[in-house]
């Protein structure tokens, strides 16, 4: 049967690439989208989300949520670093996420409640368990565990796209949904909701190639055409920022973690640990593994790789149900 599941999202290119996964699989029934601010601002995730929902045919409610963190803009020392500008050949900037889609504009508009609310109300009404698949800041889910702890009796899992053990983007220890609000992840963490991690190790090894963006568009489908227009910007950006070890290859994080749900083998080394979340100085949004022997439960489950080759096929699998062009 298919899974329940609620999104959260920053949307986003990756962002992008997950919801359409989500949409098309018949492993998952997608019950709603949540926005968040993140890559972009709280206006522009939404509406990217809004189009995107539109242009694959789908009904899927959408909810705004929350346009910062919890806490951490409220201390002016824990402002952003530098963001890496990235150029092309002819010295024009190139963006991991543009701020618009390159998909057409909508009328469809967010729902009348709030993400925080959402969650609230269809966890505490919910008649089966449901996955929760965060792939953005956690700020929603950190309010609504704060204000009705209780929720976590209808979560099945909550699957974060976040963090990292040897890899990081955004400071030399933090990946940027954990770090945009680190307070939020360690409520969730804190929560006693099962927590599995997709973090920047399990997406780096599980990058797409110039090759599989070759392979979606042989199947020339809405869906498949938009993640290779997608992956290939990634790509261009990755090269000049942060290259990966398989050359011409980009993570499509937030995908990854909605392929897991629909085959955890995806992961590779998924492994209980105990993890908590640095909030200061040069520890804040770190994923911190305690690896001491005997003396430590673990509190959530953390991949330490990917299977790039799965990753891959299933999205192939996945994109030959979209539309067809
Ligand atoms: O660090 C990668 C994550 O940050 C992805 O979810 C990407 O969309 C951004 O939100
Ligand atoms: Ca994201």
């Given at each position: 049967?298919?899974r329940?599941?609620?999104m959260?999202v920053?949307?986003g ?18 019950k709603?989208i ?17 189009r995107?929902?539109?242009a ?5 409610p959408?909810?705004?949520?929350c346009?910062t963190?919890m ?8 402002v ?13 900037e ?12 909508t ?15 269809y ?8 996955t ?15 204000i ?17 053990d ?9 990946e ?11 409520i ?11 973090p920047?190790?399990?997406?780096h ?19 498949s ?7 290939e ?26 392929c ?6 995806v ?22 593994i ?18 790039r ?5 299933m ?11």
């Amino acid at each position: 049967m298919a899974r329940k599941v609620i999104m959260d999202v920053d949307t986003g290119s990756d962002d992008a690439v997950a919801i359409m996964a989500a949409m098309l699989s018949p492993d998952i029934d997608l019950k709603a989208i949540c926005t968040v601010w993140g890559n972009l601002d709280i206006e522009h995730t939404t509406d990217n989300t809004l189009r995107l929902v539109d242009a694959m045919g789908g009904d899927i409610p959408v909810y705004k949520g929350c346009h910062t963190a919890m806490v951490k803009y409220l201390v002016d020392d824990r402002v952003p670093q530098k963001r890496r500008i990235a150029l092309d050949a002819d010295g024009n900037e190139i963006r991991m996420h543009e701020p618009e889609l390159k998909i057409p504009k909508t009328d469809r508009k967010p729902e009348d409640m709030h993400a925080v609310l959402f969650y609230i109300d269809y966890l505490k009404n919910a008649q089966e368990p449901v996955t929760l698949v965060a792939v953005g800041p956690l700020t929603n889910l950190g309010h609504a565990l704060r204000i009705a702890p209780e929720i976590t009796k209808n979560i099945e899992e909550i699957v974060i796209m976040g963090g990292g053990d040897k890899e990081a983007n955004i400071t030399i220890n933090a990946e940027a949904n954990i770090w945009h609000d680190p307070e939020a992840a360690q409520i969730i963490l804190d929560s006693g909701a099962k927590v599995v991690w997709v973090p920047l190790d399990a997406t780096h090894a599980a990058c797409l190639t110039l090759d599989d963006c070759k392979k979606f568009r042989e199947i020339n489908t809405f869906p498949s055409n938009f993640a290779a227009d997608l992956t290939e910007g990634r790509i261009a950006v990755h090269n000049v920022t942060q290259p990966l070890d398989v050359p011409n290859a980009a993570a499509v994080h937030d995908a990854l973690a909605v392929c897991y749900v629909i085959d955890p083998t995806v992961l590779v080394d998924l492994k209980p640990v105990r993890c908590f979340i640095g909030l200061k100085d040069l520890t804040e949004g770190e994923t911190i593994i305690d690896r001491r022997e005997g003396i430590i439960e673990p509190n959530c489950y953390f991949a330490f790789s990917g299977d790039r080759f799965k990753f891959s096929d299933m999205l192939c699998e996945i994109f030959k149900l979209g539309k067809q062009l």
